[in-house]
């Protein structure tokens, strides 16, 4: 009861472990890595900006790979991949003056800010899969959204932590067909100063993925990640064997980061 209190809080969920090395790694994660909500934590919360369906009369048809122009463009989940965001790929926008009037006090898209996909499956290759959506951007109820004025680095540093094979792992442990907020905010993620050389690091890779991505440097951030949880060999190993459908030279190239101190 303890363990599942850790992981859920007042939710009570149960986690779907399997072994008893899940139960230990999952334990061991729990009791030392606060709650992504928690005050001691990173503190902060998700919510969705705009809805598809609700909100279709304002938009506006926008031809693919069109300018900017006074409209946002209007991203939905289908549009992210890890770490990136395929801009040329949205077909609608909002008007910038309508934006700020349907989201009023909510208004997050002044600045870049961290969003990951809402619908997932824990069968699929990736379960939460996360991007920094940048600023004068809108979203939609497919994406939840970093709620709150924290430095661009955090969201690149989360962003990271959210990719990770690690988080999701842990996710997978919970998840139905919908990442919910109540999941993410329960995620317990590793606290590091702003200033600390891990951080830094973390967040400047996680940048450089967003722009130019590649294999080596994936491979180095979930090295770096999974020492931040303070895993294992045996500990990632059982992380990559949960994932599958992650092409073995990914989890190979995970392994050798992590045991290269990359």
Not at 114 to 124: Q, T
Not at 128 to 138: D, F, N, T, W
Not at 206 to 220: I, Q, V, Y
Request: with cysteine; net charge positive; proline share 6%.
């Amino acid at each position: 009861r303890t363990l599942i209190h850790h992981l859920s809080h007042d939710q009570a969920a149960i986690p779907e472990l399997r072994t008893a090395a899940d139960v230990a790694l999952v334990s061991k994660i729990a009791f030392s890595v606060p709650m992504l909500k928690d005050p001691s934590g990173w503190n902060v919360t998700f919510g969705r900006e705009l809805n598809a369906t609700d909100d279709r009369v304002h938009f506006v048809n926008r031809p693919p790979g069109a300018r900017r122009t006074a409209g946002y463009p209007v991203v939905e989940g289908k549009h992210v991949r890890p770490f990136g965001i395929d801009l040329e790929a949205s077909t609608l926008s909002v008007p910038s003056r309508t934006a700020a009037r349907l989201l009023g006090a909510r208004a997050s898209f002044g600045h870049p800010r961290l969003a990951y996909r809402d619908v997932a499956s824990s069968s699929n290759r990736l379960t939460l899969i996360a991007a920094v959506v940048p600023a004068r951007v809108v979203t939609t109820h497919t994406l939840f959204c970093l709620k709150g004025t924290l430095a661009p680095a955090v969201h690149h540093f989360l962003c990271a932590i959210f990719n990770s094979y690690v988080a999701n792992y842990l996710v997978r442990l919970r998840v139905g067909l919908h990442v919910t907020t109540s999941i993410i905010e329960c995620l317990p993620v590793p606290v590091l100063s702003q200033e600390s050389e891990a951080f830094r690091s973390i967040a400047a890779l996680a940048t450089s993925a967003a722009r130019k991505p590649s294999p080596e440097l994936e491979s180095t951030l979930q090295g770096r990640v999974a020492r931040l949880y303070g895993l294992s060999v045996d500990e990632l190993a059982l992380v990559l064997a949960s994932l599958p459908l992650v092409a073995p030279a990914e989890r190979t190239g995970a392994m050798t980061a992590f045991l290269d101190g990359r």
